[in-house]
């Protein structure tokens, strides 16, 4: 055997011992569960998440949801993803996070808090009352749903809770009972919150509703279309007497009714008017008179 043949030889041997090394050596390597790489995996989200950088920890939650999938971070991931998305302003997103966490796992302990920023997902989404008014009503729905779910409860009663396990904690500050109930109770106190926001908010979204309706009738009017301007007058009637527009939908279809001839409907519409506004009879007397006059003839 030639040297330079001997010297191959070897090399290949040396080689062939050292892959075998290597391969026994990662071989003894425990490899990484699937449940380890979610933990890391959310581990990582969840400090950009705290650090404030929304998009950057929903890339991280966004390639968790389906390796997530029947673990216990599976709500977890979801929540965070959807308040990601929320608080980087992408509401569309965020909704569809908080509706798929409603759908997959109701009883989750963030379904309450999701079911909010459901509703507020869409109300940041509502638009300009001239645009489509879909995710306002949306946003209707979904507060409503909220109140529903979850009605007010005394908080009187809560916050004399709150208040009497803050002054027992001062006399006995390791009471673990007293902290509790502390807790407890200030987390049902700061839910109330979201539950007065809730009904602050479905009267100004459904304002909006009935602005859009109204100006709908007054450009049918301007387009001397008053047939037509009626019918959303009286949808506003109908529909939104809870809003500022019922006085103004009411005063405007009199007004049109008299343009069009329509004496009777015109002194319905008038009687109507001062049953629910008795302190406009003195103003709106020309008007029926007027009506009388024309109804006689």
Partial sequence: MSVSRFFSRAAVIL???GLLMSSGCSSSKPATTATERVNEGYAKAQKLYDKGDYQEAALVFESLIFT???TALEDDVLFYLGQSYFRSGQYILSADMFTRLQQQMSSSPYARTAQFLLAKSYEKLSPNFELDQYYTNKAIEQFSLYL?????VDSSKIASDV???RELLKINPKNPDYKQNYVAATARFSRIDSLRYAEKEIPVLREKLAKKIFF?????????KNKAAVIYYDEVIKLFPDT???KQALAAKIDVLIMRKKWFDAGQTLDQYVQLFPDKEREMKGVREKIKQNFKH
């Fill in 68 to 70: 997530s999938r029947a």
């Fill in 244 to 246: 500022i527009y019922l």
């Fill in 148 to 152: 529903e779910l979850y009605p007010m």
């Fill in 15 to 17: 080689f062939s011992i």
């Fill in 216 to 224: 709908i009738a007054k450009q049918y009017v301007q387009l001397n």
């Fill in 163 to 165: 208040e009497t396990y």
